[in-house]
């Protein structure tokens, strides 16, 4: 495990982002805390282009519209949402 600064990190990020990905762990010490940096899995990148894409897009709008016209359900809190999930 490698501690650094975010001096070091912007001096040297490269060379931090390579250890990440070649698999060391590498923290990032900062006065507002710790961070641990961690490459971002294949899941990561798909889900980013889906929000990104046309179709996330379209979705969204009809579902934003369908709110702003009533057509949603509304519930007290997540147990009650899986409980009426569960009686589907």
């Known amino acids: 495990m490698t501690v650094i600064t975010g001096r070091q990190f912007r001096a ?11 698999g060391e762990r590498v923290i990032l010490s900062s006065r507002a805390g710790y961070a641990e940096l961690t490459p971002i899995s294949e899941d990561d990148k798909k889900f980013d282009e889906y929000v990104n894409s046309e179709e996330f897009r379209l979705v969204a709008e009809k579902a934003r519209r ?23």
């Open 12 to 22: 040297n990020q490269s060379k931090y982002i390579r250890m990440v990905h070649k």
């Open 66 to 88: 369908e709110f702003h016209e009533g057509k949603t359900l509304r519930f007290s809190s997540a147990s009650a949402a899986q409980k009426w999930m569960d009686e589907l």
